[in-house]
């Protein structure tokens, strides 16, 4: 069982910034591949960014690329998703996804389903 646990939301203006904190518990936390997804009211949850389990291959939505940046700290337990210039429709509930099955891929993973452990989220609501 892995527990996963999101901070780091708030309100903020439009082009300011935040940084989410996601910590997962689990000895072997250096092997999970580890996601970030959103989910804006009426709208279906989608992904933002994902992170290798080494850290060496990151992606991003199209949406946020160059404006959010994955990272990880395996020693710390956590994944962290630094998130700038920021705008209206940012604002949604920020999940934190943690695959723990399967090979140790060496490219970050954009899809949903691969994730078996999710956060209860955190909101993040940018006001314009």
């Known amino acids: 069982q892995v527990h996963v646990v999101e901070s780091g939301g708030g309100l903020v203006q439009a082009g300011g910034s935040l940084r989410l904190s996601c910590a997962a518990s689990?000895?072997?936390?250096?092997?999970?591949?580890m996601g970030w997804f959103r989910q804006a009211p009426g709208k279906e949850r989608e992904f933002v960014a994902a992170?290798?389990?080494?850290?060496?291959?990151?992606g991003y939505a199209d949406s946020v690329k160059g404006r959010f940046t994955i990272s990880r700290d395996n020693a710390k337990n956590t994944v962290y998703l630094q998130m700038n210039s920021l705008k209206a429709e940012d604002t949604a509930v920020y999940y934190c996804?943690?695959?723990?099955?399967?090979?140790?891929?060496?490219?970050?993973?954009?899809?949903?389903?691969?994730?078996?452990?999710w956060g209860q989220g955190t909101q993040v609501t940018v006001s314009s």
């Open positions: 689990g000895r072997t936390f250096s092997r999970y591949a």
């Open positions: 996804a943690v695959k723990t099955w399967g090979t140790y891929s060496t490219q970050y993973i954009p899809l949903e389903y691969e994730y078996d452990y």
């Open positions: 992170i290798s389990w080494s850290g060496g291959s990151t």
